[in-house]
């Protein structure tokens, strides 16, 4: 059992922004996060593509976003929990349990759902029967790189993801061929320049078109039918595939924990951004109010005001005074900076 202060779901800007305002408070969290790294959509759909609505930073990518926030809580020294989907919520006298998809288990006071618009999944290769080969020949994130040493691989995909793995392997792997419906690609112009000159170098190839079939030997992928816009087909050994369409949305479990909801969002108030059971908050996209904008300046709004409303709710009867970090000695301590300076 892990326990803690408050559990927050969710480690993209908003969920770590969260852990910021707890620990200013003196409160300590677990942050538990469906995806296998923090940064939420922000690192996982568009890691290197530029941010430039966050105050006083011109310009930031998703990537750079999610490093920053990391640097600013580590004084907090928070729990993490990568890969895991929290399935079960249920409030436990004045507390609540939590459960997620691998098992573990968590004991907190509070809790805040900073979710985005829920667990992302990635968007599956739609061929009969190919989810048999998952997690062995076929692959929706690499996890381990060398496990496709010397292999003869197939990426599917059209955006920075695709485009980057291709360049990460085509020293490792015995064979890339790269695969995409059309030669209009959503990644970086800079990634595709380097693509095609690896295609001219004769380092791998491209082609225009998508999976249409496969053939299995003994059980083992061997060749992925290929079929191009104009109809025509044909067949490319291959024994690992890389497919790199995106990622979708599930708002998941949340939507079974009895939770007031309007289309799949969280129904939250404004002064506390508490959900319609007491000491469960929504912050970020994953919740709707009157005015309600999905921005990440309005999820950091959110969440110092959910947090304030928290420490309310864990010391009930004392006063929550605001302070500031140019001059509090309490926050500057909690924030690991000499108080003199």
Known sequence: MRTADVLVIGAGPCGLFQVFELGLLGLNAIVVEAL????????????????????????????????????????????????????QLEPRGER???????????????VVIAAGAGAFQPVRLK?????????????????????????DLLVFGGGDSALDWVMALVSEARSVVLVHRSER??????????????????????????????????GRLTAVELTDSEGRTRW??????????????????VKHWGLAMDANQLQVDTERFETSLPGVFAIGDINTYPGKKKLILSGFHEAALAAFAIKSRLEPGKKVHLQYTTTSPLLRRRLGVDADS
């Open 36 to 87: 296998e790294q923090p940064g939420g959509q922000c690192a996982e759909l568009y890691p290197q593509k530029p941010i430039f609505d966050i105050p006083a930073i011109p310009e930031i990518s998703g990537a750079q976003l999610t490093q920053s926030l990391l640097r600013q809580i580590a004084p907090f020294k928070a729990q993490f929990c990568f890969g895991e989907r929290i399935e």
């Open 236 to 253: 490319q050994e291959a024994d690992s595939l890389l497919v790199f369409f995106g990622m979708v949305p599930d708002p998941g479990p």
């Open 185 to 218: 690609f959503r990644a970086q112009p800079a990634l595709v320049e380097q693509m095609h000159a690896l295609c001219e170098q004769g380092r791998m190839r491209f082609v225009a078109g998508r999976a249409s079939d496969y053939r299995l030997s003994d």
């Open 127 to 151: 061929l009969e029967g190919i989810e048999r080969l998952e997690g062995d020949q076929l692959f929706y994130a690499v996890k381990d790189r060398a496990q496709f040493q010397g292999k």
């Open 96 to 110: 609540f349990w939590l459960r997620g998809n691998k098992g573990t288990e968590f004991d907190v006071a509070a």
